[in-house]
């Protein structure tokens, strides 16, 4: 049997992909019985309903319900509850669900959703972070001091701040006293969309008081709870059911439009109604990634060495930030990026504003503080007169440094990849441009990100054998693209012993069926699930080998689980694992069996996350773990056009223990790609919360001809201490540098710096003529 774990193993999903017989949300089928259902949704940023008269649209042929704010006057979210279903007597942004009607097709309940009548107040929108938290900023949402929230959230009750969390450690002053050097800077990041291929779809059945939910979803056991405790339902009369996802980045994580789709089913009892969002509506009606503006002081010393650093976030999270207070929490303890300095004062606020509700994306707000923190960095080098290069292998954080929530670094190799990305591009050397119209440049970022969840986030795991020996593995994790049923498979097949070709993911994930997964999000389910994979399989085995020990008379620890045989290095004796697994094995003299069917059961839950101090955000340890990285990228830019050419990308990360080498430099040139996108081309255009560009026409991202020439990933391996085989997740990461990577090299090519992406020709070659 050849190794399993380590080897580029083609995914277990491909044939099914590639041939269209994998099934998404919106391919099953209800049969003629199925309603659909289109939302009402607000004209207003901010205004107060005053009545809604539905009794045109409900005369209409064809609409069978209207679901309102009536019918769910409680509150959902996942860390501070301060979401409605359906907007109840004030909407916050454009395109606030304020009712759904249910008809028997679509067409219908569109027409039936412009005959609803809606009376509304307007009241006074705030649009930007830095207007909300001012004393007379309009508040918007009153209610904030008796909502709902986890112990690690900390709301303003009174203003616009749904979260503050803080960092002070050392002597802020002192350390820019002692400052040789000291660099300000304000960036601003723009919102911007997942744009997942496949939209939001969610199908709901309500029989005899249970409810039956499919959707695209990558949160399907967080969806029954939230959606459960919101309605006041059990989570046992609750079932999720999520087939594969056409693509996610955070977008289809939590709960968005879903609950909306239960409560007008629950209109319409014994009938299933589905509801689907059109592009349109995906652009600013679903999670969009927060804006951010930050402002960052840093100081050194003329040695090089980084003493002080100060930072001020002001998060644009949005109408509604239960979601979103945690992204402010990790932007604030991972403030410093990938650097120790010895003095710290950072401030992370979540902001209400009246713009799209702001949610998890791709890096959960480590590529928005990177955007700042690493072009200010490269301007404190140039300020030194040193090379970043240099510079970031001086400060970076290493084995044993001194993390700035007060714990020790666990091993890891940033300075590895600091060391083969910049060799990758030729870091030092002067290349010439492939045209006099146009400059060369060569930039370089560095990265960190932990997994952002609670600390009790949970995996489980079930290994079962069947007859031929053949495995059904169960599993909670979504399979989103990021190839994660192929790596699990791959964990429980090299655990127990067997070929991975006799491996059957148990599909698609039914929190009725399938074991507990917190959520498929925070680039975690390598770690997390796979421990749990990995004891199921572990269990399973060992309860092989058990069998087999009493049955040839031997001890446990001279037995073997290999190619799916049970083998003895004592006695040599070999036994297929085929129908033993299930019918056992007889005993001696015809006097029975023993054995039985064999079911294995793992769990993985991080124990040992501390409660950070409010004050100072200090803490035994405040995450699971980091993985760390950096990109350097070799650039041109048409001194005509202002138009970016990106050469080549290198990137590399640390991933603890590549389990399939080549999906791992998959996620990194996938990374790569939608950080350029990010960089050059995207921006969510919001004009007094108005989204003006809510198209694919409108709002660009890159495609093949935008690419950089040239990706090269690159896998550094310092294993995680808790990591199944060492491994640490890389989904999330690779995209986090990419931005100030290009960043910098613009500038190192025209030495011009732009203070918020996207870094557009029309953007560089204006500000190239200033």
């Given at each position: 049997?050849?190794?399993?774990?380590?080897?580029?193993?083609?995914?277990?999903?491909?044939?099914?992909?590639?041939?269209?017989?994998?099934?998404?949300?919106?391919?099953?089928?209800?049969?003629?019985?199925?309603?659909?259902?289109?939302?009402?949704?607000?004209?207003?940023?901010?205004?107060?309903?005053?009545?809604?008269?539905?009794?045109?649209?409900?005369?209409?042929?064809?609409?069978?319900?209207?679901?309102?704010?009536a019918d769910t006057p409680g509150y959902i979210g996942l860390y501070l509850q301060d979401r409605h279903i359906f907007a109840t007597n004030r909407v916050r942004?454009?395109?606030?669900?304020?009712?759904?009607?249910?008809?028997?097709?679509?067409?219908?309940?569109?027409?039936?959703?412009?005959?609803?009548?809606?009376?509304?107040?307007?009241?006074?929108?705030?649009?930007?972070?830095?207007?909300?938290?001012?004393?007379?900023?309009?508040?918007?949402?009153?209610?904030?001091?008796?909502?709902?929230?986890?112990?690690?959230?900390?709301?303003?009750p009174g203003t616009n701040i749904s979260n503050h969390f803080k960092v002070r450690k050392g002597d802020i002053e002192k350390g820019f006293a002692e400052s040789?050097?000291?660099?300000?800077?304000?960036?601003?990041?723009?919102?911007?969309?997942?744009?997942?291929?496949?939209?939001?779809?969610?199908?709901?059945?309500?029989?005899?008081?249970?409810?039956?939910?499919?959707?695209?979803?990558?949160?399907?056991?967080?969806?029954?709870?939230?959606?459960?405790?919101?309605?006041?339902?059990?989570?046992?009369?609750?079932?999720?059911?999520?087939?594969?996802?056409?693509?996610?980045?955070?977008?289809?994580?939590?709960?968005?439009?879903?609950?909306?789709?239960?409560?007008?089913?629950?209109?319409?009892?014994?009938?299933?109604?589905?509801?689907?969002?059109?592009?349109?509506?995906?652009?600013?009606?679903?999670?969009?990634?927060?804006?951010?503006?930050?402002?960052?002081?840093?100081?050194?010393?003329?040695?090089?060495?980084?003493?002080?650093?100060?930072?001020?976030?002001?998060?644009?999270?949005?109408?509604?930030?239960?979601?979103?207070?945690?992204?402010?929490?990790?932007?604030?303890?991972?403030?410093?990026?990938?650097?120790?300095?010895?003095?710290?004062?950072?401030?992370?606020?979540?902001?209400?504003?009246?713009?799209?509700?702001?949610?998890?994306?791709?890096?959960?707000?480590?590529?928005?503080?990177?955007?700042?923190?690493?072009?200010?960095?490269?301007?404190?080098?140039?300020?030194?007169?040193?090379?970043?290069?240099?510079?970031?292998?001086?400060?970076?954080?290493?084995?044993?440094?001194?993390?700035?929530?007060?714990?020790?670094?666990?091993?890891?190799?940033?300075?590895?990849?600091?060391?083969?990305?910049?060799?990758?591009?030729?870091?030092?050397?002067?290349?010439?441009?492939?045209?006099?119209?146009?400059?060369?440049?060569?930039?370089?970022?560095?990265?960190?990100?932990?997994?952002?969840?609670?600390?009790?986030?949970?995996?489980?795991?079930?290994?079962?054998?069947?007859?031929?020996?053949?495995?059904?593995?169960?599993?909670?994790?979504?399979?989103?693209?990021?190839?994660?049923?192929?790596?699990?498979?791959?964990?429980?097949?090299?655990?127990?012993?067997?070929?991975?070709?006799?491996?059957?993911?148990?599909?698609?994930?039914?929190?009725?069926?399938?074991?507990?997964?917190?959520?498929?999000?925070?680039?975690?389910?390598?770690?997390?699930?796979?421990?749990?994979?990995?004891?199921?399989?572990?269990?399973?085995?060992?309860?092989?080998?058990?069998?087999?020990?009493?049955?040839?008379?031997?001890?446990?620890?001279?037995?073997?689980?290999?190619?799916?045989?049970?083998?003895?290095?004592?006695?040599?004796?070999?036994?297929?694992?085929?129908?033993?697994?299930?019918?056992?094995?007889?005993?001696?003299?015809?006097?029975?069996?023993?054995?039985?069917?064999?079911?294995?059961?793992?769990?993985?839950?991080?124990?040992?996350?501390?409660?950070?101090?409010?004050?100072?955000?200090?803490?035994?340890?405040?995450?699971?773990?980091?993985?760390?990285?950096?990109?350097?990228?070799?650039?041109?830019?048409?001194?005509?056009?202002?138009?970016?050419?990106?050469?080549?990308?290198?990137?590399?990360?640390?991933?603890?223990?590549?389990?399939?080498?080549?999906?791992?430099?998959?996620?990194?040139?996938?990374?790569?790609?939608?950080?350029?996108?990010?960089?050059?081309?995207?921006?969510?255009?919001?004009?007094?919360?108005?989204?003006?560009?809510?198209?694919?026409?409108?709002?660009?991202?890159?495609?093949?001809?935008?690419?950089?020439?040239?990706?090269?990933?690159?896998?550094?391996?310092?294993?995680?201490?808790?990591?199944?085989?060492?491994?640490?997740?890389?989904?999330?990461?690779?995209?986090?540098?990419?931005?100030?990577?290009?960043?910098?090299?613009?500038?190192?090519?025209?030495?011009?710096?732009?203070?918020?992406?996207?870094?557009?020709?029309?953007?560089?070659?204006?500000?190239?003529?200033?």
């Amino acid at each position: 049997m050849t190794e399993i774990i380590g080897e580029s193993i083609p995914r277990v999903d491909a044939v099914d992909k590639v041939t269209g017989a994998a099934k998404f949300a919106d391919d099953f089928q209800f049969g003629p019985g199925l309603l659909y259902g289109r939302l009402v949704r607000s004209p207003h940023p901010h205004a107060r309903i005053k009545k809604i008269d539905a009794t045109k649209a409900l005369a209409l042929a064809g609409v069978k319900a209207i679901a309102t704010g009536a019918d769910t006057p409680g509150y959902i979210g996942l860390y501070l509850q301060d979401r409605h279903i359906f907007a109840t007597n004030r909407v916050r942004y454009i395109g606030d669900p304020v009712a759904g009607i249910v008809a028997t097709s679509e067409e219908i309940a569109e027409q039936a959703v412009k005959l609803v009548e809606v009376e509304y107040e307007v009241l006074p929108a705030v649009t930007d972070p830095l207007d909300a938290i001012k004393p007379d900023a309009p508040i918007l949402h009153p209610d904030l001091g008796a909502y709902t929230v986890a112990n690690f959230i900390f709301p303003k009750p009174g203003t616009n701040i749904s979260n503050h969390f803080k960092v002070r450690k050392g002597d802020i002053e002192k350390g820019f006293a002692e400052s040789d050097v000291i660099v300000e800077g304000e960036f601003r990041v723009p919102h911007i969309q997942h744009v997942p291929i496949e939209p939001h779809i969610a199908v709901a059945q309500v029989d005899s008081g249970k409810v039956t939910l499919w959707g695209s979803s990558q949160s399907p056991f967080a969806q029954r709870n939230l959606i459960a405790k919101a309605l006041h339902i059990s989570q046992g009369d609750l079932r999720v059911i999520a087939p594969y996802i056409g693509g996610g980045f955070g977008s289809k994580a939590g709960v968005s439009m879903e609950a909306c789709g239960v409560v007008m089913a629950m209109k319409v009892p014994g009938r299933p109604v589905k509801l689907r969002l059109t592009r349109e509506e995906e652009f600013f009606t679903t999670f969009v990634r927060q804006g951010l503006v930050a402002r960052t002081k840093v100081g050194a010393k003329k040695d090089g060495k980084l003493v002080a650093m100060k930072t001020e976030y002001y998060w644009d999270a949005g109408a509604y930030t239960e979601y979103g207070v945690n992204m402010t929490r990790a932007g604030g303890y991972s403030s410093t990026g990938p650097y120790e300095i010895p003095n710290v004062h950072a401030d992370s606020y979540c902001c209400y504003t009246n713009h799209p509700v702001g949610g998890p994306m791709r890096g959960f707000g480590m590529p928005e503080i990177h955007w700042g923190i690493e072009q200010v960095m490269d301007q404190v080098a140039e300020k030194l007169g040193m090379d970043p290069r240099a510079f970031r292998l001086k400060n970076c954080v290493k084995t044993g440094g001194d993390i700035v929530t007060g714990w020790k670094m666990h091993p890891i190799g940033l300075d590895q990849c600091i060391e083969k990305a910049t060799a990758a591009i030729d870091w030092g050397k002067r290349e010439p441009a492939s045209a006099p119209h146009k400059k060369r440049g060569k930039g370089l970022a560095i990265m960190w990100k932990a997994p952002a969840m609670p600390p009790n986030a949970g995996s489980s795991s079930y290994v079962r054998l069947n007859e031929d020996a053949t495995v059904t593995l169960g599993l909670g994790g979504q399979e989103i693209g990021q190839g994660t049923h192929t790596v699990m498979a791959q964990m429980a097949a090299a655990a127990l012993g067997v070929p991975i070709s006799w491996i059957r993911i148990a599909t698609p994930v039914d929190t009725q069926y399938s074991p507990y997964e917190w959520q498929t999000v925070a680039s975690r389910l390598t770690w997390s699930m796979g421990n749990a994979v990995a004891e199921a399989a572990r269990h399973a085995r060992q309860q092989i080998l058990e069998l087999v020990a009493e049955h040839w008379n031997e001890k446990i620890e001279n037995l073997d689980i290999k190619d799916g045989n049970v083998i003895s290095y004592q006695s040599e004796q070999s036994l297929p694992l085929k129908d033993m697994v299930i019918y056992g094995l007889p005993k001696e003299g015809d006097c029975g069996w023993r054995g039985g069917p064999i079911v294995g059961r793992g769990n993985f839950m991080p124990t040992y996350v501390t409660r950070l101090d409010p004050e100072t955000g200090q803490g035994p340890r405040s995450v699971v773990h980091y993985t760390v990285g950096c990109q350097a990228v070799d650039l041109e830019v048409d001194t005509e056009t202002g138009q970016i050419e990106i050469l080549r990308v290198a990137a590399a990360f640390d991933v603890g223990k590549a389990i399939n080498p080549d999906q791992v430099r998959a996620q990194m040139e996938g990374g790569v790609v939608q950080g350029a996108s990010s960089a050059l081309f995207e921006k969510l255009d919001l004009r007094e919360g108005k989204p003006r560009n809510p198209s694919f026409v409108d709002y660009r991202i890159a495609t093949s001809v935008d690419m950089p020439h040239k990706i090269i990933p690159i896998i550094v391996e310092t294993a995680q201490d808790d990591g199944p085989w060492g491994a640490r997740g890389i989904g999330e990461h690779a995209m986090v540098p990419t931005a100030p990577a290009i960043a910098n090299a613009v500038y190192n090519a025209v030495g011009i710096r732009l203070p918020s992406p996207p870094l557009s020709a029309e953007r560089v070659y204006l500000e190239m003529q200033k």
